[in-house]
């Protein structure tokens, strides 16, 4: 029987944080690197740490890809968590240019900030909620509030090529992407299992979808 919510492992993430973030809120979630269970899962969760070329590399190297990219395309949920929003886009300059998994257009690019700003960018910030044009925010952000804050550690932001996806926005030193959605497709900046209820509250939301 295939567990209501699979979380990717492809050796780059603290998986068992993300399976404790949904236990925590009433939902059972499956560790898997096995590429059936993946292109069999009701809800997929795709989270990540670390490099961009070894994720991908990862990815490709286990059979993930096509999997990953068929749950998207058929209507079925997948969140993104951390580097896992990143992967969704077409390519990453981290380090070099490396193709993305590409659902969606766009690119993944350094902060270039004053030298009074560090980066990687760490700690808690406020998120801007964004509607889609029928003015309607994303599920997974139901009963948060404006303002809620989230937890970032990233040195890498996505830039999409179609502002509209964009369902979380904040700020350090200028405005980025922090959360998208795009129909059954929502990814995250920030880590929602480190950041305390607001961020349990939104693992919950993409759980009840």
């Excluded at 990687?120 to 509607?131: L, S």
Aim: contains cysteine; aromatic residues 10%.
């Amino acid at each position: 029987m295939t567990a209501p919510i699979t979380i990717i492992d492809y050796q780059m993430g603290n998986l068992r944080s993300v399976q404790k973030g949904f236990e925590k809120v009433g939902h059972k979630a499956h560790i898997s690197s096995d590429a059936n269970e993946i292109a069999s899962a009701e809800k997929l969760v795709l989270p990540g740490v670390g490099a961009f070329a070894d994720a991908i590399g990862e990815l490709h190297q286990r059979g993930l890809v096509e999997p990953i990219k068929q749950h998207i395309a058929s209507g079925k949920p997948l969140l993104g968590i951390c580097l896992g929003l990143q992967l969704l886009f077409e390519r990453s300059y981290e380090d070099g240019e490396y193709a993305g998994l590409g659902v969606l257009a766009g690119e993944v690019v350094r902060f270039d900030l004053p030298r009074e700003y560090k980066v990687p960018h760490m700690g808690w910030n406020q998120a801007v909620i964004h509607k889609n044009a029928a003015g309607e925010t994303a599920p997974i952000l139901n009963g948060i509030e404006e303002g809620t804050h989230f937890y970032f550690v990233h040195s890498y932001h996505v830039v999409p090529e179609d502002r509209s996806v964009i369902s979380v926005e904040a700020s350090y030193h200028q405005p980025f992407c922090a959360a998208i959605w795009q129909d059954n497709l929502f990814a995250t900046q920030f880590h929602p299992e480190k950041s305390q209820s607001e961020g349990l509250k939104l693992l919950k939301n993409f759980a009840e979808l």
